[in-house]
């Protein structure tokens, strides 16, 4: 069986029934607006509930850029914005910031007149669920008529002809595809894509933004978008919104199709959104999925409404893998989180120890596995590859079919080895990432002082729920002691998607890590 090398360094909503946020009795949360780029004046009310330190509901503003996707259909409700001046004012950001010169590839073709078809229908009065959202769609992802790439040499110019499955069901809701962003060559690359560059981490540009769903999670951490799609086969959703302090959920496995996405691995591969809080993946989650689903859009609907009631769950901790290559911030963050789940309510139940390794062993097989079916007739040609593809297609390429078929069998023991040992539990809350953003200089990741290699980091929390298909949200659970971002990460059984965000909701309505914003982007003192 294949040990992975390190790699060489170079639902629906009703908008009629929204709250008027101007209503005198509408409470609305105080945030500190992040000092605005020049011409981005706009301003929308801000739509999560808060009471000042009096106890009176309070109403705020804050600027587009930083809005939310239920900040938005607020404002759009209430006559305060449209879609069309949004997509005017992030555009504004896009082009003066420096995460939309290297996270932010091309623009959608049409968006312009969708945010005008958006616009009219908030006039009319027949907004659709998530009209006027405009979203970023990863560079593997097909949207009609639009330059898509894979962050490969190998593509050229190549133009897709249809949306993928999920675009198209965003856009049938009234999402808007307005731009596309950066990742790894064909998901699986270095930081260093040969075509467009590597994407800096908006909090210290020396940093990586992890991957592969590199320019998504730069995009939103910047705040040049609300929402975005990303693609996850070993933790590309999760590791960037690790890394860049957002929240990003790994479906379970088939909930979104993966039709019209340059695969990976046909075994591991998921699609699923990336946004800045748990509340905006609810939001807009159900209408992606494959196959509607009555209780996971009435699920998802009740977290626009009210608090999210997450008493009485039982949260299983874990412990030996999950823990063991862990930085003591991240593990000071994580046990915080956990008190906060019992303060909610929430019973904490140790799980038994799980033994991981040979586990996410299997997964790295199949990925590589697959990855060369993939791409081994290319190896020719492998100067046009990136360094770490490359490196990854080569140790796929020598895998023994009997190895890859044994990875495939340890799937189903990886699925009855963790619901064994959530036995009696609804969630499992494991750190995210062992440390903080890694280097891009030296493709380390900093833990307790130890310079520990990416590949030993990256994939180590995630890889195993891509294997078992069970859901995962990674969110915000603090800062490290270098001031980056970390996470938790909340998983589910199969299928208990709508469950992982209610407790992320919960979360993040008692603690403010996923407002927390990069210091370039912050208010001066």
């Not at 190896?379 to 360094?387: C, G, P, Q, S, Y």
């Not at 995962?472 to 971002?485: D, F, K």
């Not at 909340?490 to 927390?516: E, K, N, W, Y």
């Amino acid at each position: 069986m294949a040990v992975l090398q390190q790699i060489p360094a170079p639902e629906t909503l009703d908008p009629a029934g929204m709250r008027d946020p101007t209503r005198a009795d509408a409470p609305f949360r105080t945030v500190p607006a992040a000092a605005p780029l020049a011409g981005q004046d706009l301003f929308v009310l801000v739509n999560e509930p808060q009471r000042s330190r009096e106890g009176r509901p309070v109403r705020a503003s804050v600027s587009v850029r930083h809005a939310g996707v239920g900040d938005l259909l607020h404002a759009y409700a209430a006559g305060t914005t449209t879609p069309s001046d949004v997509l005017s004012a992030l555009r504004i950001a896009i082009d003066e910031d420096a995460s939309g010169r290297d996270a932010i590839l091309a623009r959608v073709p049409g968006a312009d007149e969708a945010a005008a078809e958006s616009t009219r229908r908030w006039q009319a009065g027949t907004a659709r669920p998530l009209e006027g959202i405009p979203f970023g769609i990863k560079d593997i992802i097909d949207v009609a008529e639009t330059r898509v790439t894979s962050g490969s040499m190998f593509t050229g110019d190549r133009i897709a002809l249809d949306d993928a499955p999920v675009v198209a069901a965003l856009r049938a809701a009234g999402a808007i595809p307005f731009v596309m962003t950066a990742t790894t060559e064909f998901a699986t690359g270095s930081p260093f894509n040969p075509r467009y560059g590597a994407v800096a981490n908006p909090w210290d540009a020396t940093r990586w933004t992890g991957g592969s769903s590199t320019g998504s999670g730069a995009a939103l951490a910047a705040r040049l978008l609300p929402l975005a799609l990303g693609t996850d086969t070993g933790g590309s959703i999760r590791v960037p919104s690790c890394w860049c302090g957002t929240t990003g959920l790994k479906p379970s496995r088939e909930r979104v199709s993966r039709a019209g996405v340059a695969p990976l691995s046909w075994t591991l591969d998921h699609v699923g959104p990336m946004a800045r809080s748990a509340a905006d993946i609810a939001a807009s989650f159900p209408v992606m999925t494959a196959l509607f689903d009555a209780g996971l859009s009435a699920e998802c609907e009740g977290l626009r409404h009210g608090p999210a009631d997450v008493a009485g769950l039982r949260i299983g901790v874990p412990c030996g893998w999950f823990t063991d290559q862990v930085s003591s911030d991240v593990l000071s963050n994580w046990r915080s989180a956990l008190t906060v789940f019992e303060t909610l309510g929430c019973q904490l139940v140790p799980m038994p120890q799980i033994d991981v390794e040979p586990l996410h062993k299997a997964g790295w097989t199949i990925l590589l596995s697959e990855l060369a079916t993939y791409h081994e007739e290319r190896i020719d040609r492998a100067a046009l590859f990136d360094v770490g593809l490359v490196h990854r297609l080569r140790q796929g390429m020598e895998i023994r079919a009997s190895d890859y078929g044994r990875a495939l069998q340890m799937r189903l023991q990886a699925q009855e080895t963790v619901m064994a040992a959530m036995a009696g539990m609804d969630l499992m809350i494991t750190p995210g990432l062992g440390g903080e953003a890694g280097r891009l200089d030296t493709l380390t990741v900093d833990v307790d002082g130890r310079n520990v290699p990416f590949q030993d980091i990256i994939s180590r929390n995630t890889m195993l729920f891509d294997l078992t298909g069970f859901p995962a949200l990674m969110l915000p659970s603090g800062l490290g002691q270098h001031g980056l971002p970390t996470g938790i990460q909340i998983v589910g059984r199969p299928m208990d998607d709508g469950l992982c965000l209610r407790a992320g909701v919960a979360f993040q309505a008692t603690t403010s890590h996923h407002r927390a914003l990069p210091p370039r982007l912050e208010v001066p003192a």
